[in-house]
Antibody, heavy 119, light 110 residues
Framework: QVQLVESGGGLVKPGGSLRLSCAAS????????MSWIRQAPGKGLEWVSY????????YYADSVKGRFTISRDNAKNSLYLQMNSLRAEDTAVYYC????????????WGQGTLVTVSS | QSALTQPASVSGSPGQSITISCTGT?????????VSWYQQHPGKAPKLMIY???NRPSGVSNRFSGSKSGNTASLTISGLQAEDEADYYC??????????FGTGTKVTVL
């Protein structure tokens, strides 16, 4: 079955860096756009970034542009999010999601990985 | 990009119908038929319920339906059941080629 599993979350100090990974299985990863979406504790969902199937098209939310970098390795069926210059407001559960078409919808989602930015 | 506006909470009794609104602008909801809705139970990942305004994925109950008028999209849950108690979020594609989510609505089954 289609499965997305995130990893790499943890506690990091403000200004620090972290790299999230999302392992995909059960579908042809290289055929799909992928997105990162986050949710601060007790708050709503916020779209972060998406990447095209080939990696040639990338978009970011204004809140992370210049600090976060999305990438993918189709040979490894993996999606990544490199997060630099982290701030307290980046504290959230980060979900990866398969993007059905562009424009499109997000389905399915992974279980999420928690990133906590605190000194 | 500002979040789409949803009511903070909506409630209903079992068997009743409720409607959740999602208000944006002509640059997102009003400009495209690319509105989707997600259900999220506590501690769980969101689940797709509606895509492209009114389409229901395979496996989602036909008690869930979506529509749009102008800059406002709506999700209707008919025959409300206890298992429908959850948070619901809308999402829309935008003119900037980005995505925006709604503020979220907590549905309570009385």
């Amino acid at each position: 079955q289609v499965q997305l599993v995130e990893s790499g979350g943890g506690l990091v100090k403000p200004g620090g860096s972290l790299r999230l990974s999302c392992a995909a299985s059960g579908f042809t990863f290289s055929d799909y756009y992928m997105s990162w979406i986050r949710q601060a504790p007790g708050k709503g969902l916020e779209w972060v970034s998406y990447i095209s199937s080939s990696g040639s098209t990338i978009y970011y939310a204004d809140s992370v542009k210049g600090r976060f970098t999305i990438s993918r390795d189709n040979a490894k069926n993996s999606l990544y999010l490199q997060m630099n210059s982290l701030r307290a407001e980046d504290t959230a559960v980060y979900y990866c999601a398969r993007q059905q078409l562009v424009p499109g919808w997000f389905d399915p989602w992974g279980q999420g990985t928690l990133v906590t930015v605190s000194s | 990009q500002s979040a789409l506006t949803q009511p903070a909470s909506v409630s209903g009794s079992p068997g009743q119908s409720i409607t959740i609104s999602c208000t944006g602008t002509s640059s997102d909801v009003g400009g495209y038929n690319y509105v989707s809705w997600y259900q999220q139970h506590p501690g769980k990942a969101p689940k797709l319920m509606i895509y492209d305004v009114s389409n229901r994925p395979s496996g989602v109950s036909n008690r869930f339906s979506g529509s749009k008028s102008g800059n406002t999209a709506s999700l209707t849950i008919s025959g409300l059941q206890a298992e429908d108690e959850a948070d619901y979020y809308c999402s829309s594609y935008t003119s900037s080629s980005l995505y925006v989510f709604g503020t979220g609505t907590k549905v309570t089954v009385l």
